[in-house]
């Protein structure tokens, strides 16, 4: 997977997002950037990455919000519209430890079902890094930042302010093995 997976991605992401949710669709283009700069410590599947950071928030989509599970609605819209590879519908329905957020929701099993998570641990800790290192608006942020701003966004009592408290921890610790493996890169 590579450049044509990357220009596909944008193409749908773009056409669900910019017009409808201008600030989602910023904040998806600095998603995939950091996954371009993560890539290298991917290799082959350093297009799969960027696929699935361009297409993570995709079931924001107002079109696409059947459960209002963004994770869930993104995933079995690739799957079902465009006949999504496996592994891309499985990094967008689990992203940034969305399990713990469907539990949450009353929906784990269901995505736990349709979409198992993929047992590739660096390709979805890379995903959780380029997601949660990314603001609201597309720019760098520290992980930590990202959490606090997403808390003050919901609330704490909110089930996403609840699910981001659980999540926190496994999210500060997927950071640190990418920066890990990044930093371990040869330059």
Not at 40 to 55: F, I, K, M, N, P
Not at 148 to 164: H, P
């Given at each position: 997977m590579g450049g044509l997976i990357d220009e596909w991605a944008t193409q749908i992401a773009k056409a669900e997002l910019s017009s409808t949710l201008p600030?989602?669709?910023?904040?998806?283009?600095?998603?995939?950037?950091?996954a371009v700069e993560v890539g290298?410590?991917?290799?082959?599947?350093?297009?799969?990455?960027?696929?699935?950071?361009?297409?993570h928030d995709i079931g924001y989509a107002p079109r696409l919000a059947v459960t209002g599970f963004h994770p869930l609605d993104g995933a079995r819209f690739l799957r079902d519209e465009h006949g999504a590879d496996e592994r891309l519908g499985r990094l967008v329905a689990n992203h940034s430890f969305a399990l713990l957020e469907a539990e949450e929701r009353g929906l784990r099993e269901e995505l736990s079902t349709e979409f198992p998570l993929l047992e590739e641990p660096l390709l979805v800790d890379a995903l959780v890094y380029c997601d949660m290192t990314t603001t609201p608006d597309g720019d760098r942020t520290t992980?930590?930042?990202?959490?606090?701003?997403?808390?003050?966004?919901?609330?704490?009592?909110?089930?996403?302010?609840?699910?981001?408290?659980?999540?926190a921890p496994e999210i500060f610790a997927s950071v640190e093995r990418v920066e890990a493996a990044l930093a371990a890169q040869p330059r």
């Open positions: 600030r989602r669709w910023a904040h998806t283009q600095g998603v995939a950037k950091r290298q410590a991917l290799g082959q599947d350093a297009g799969l990455l960027v696929a699935a950071a361009t297409l992980a930590q930042d990202r959490v606090a701003e997403i808390r003050s966004r919901y609330g704490d009592n909110s089930v996403v302010g609840r699910f981001i408290r659980r999540a």
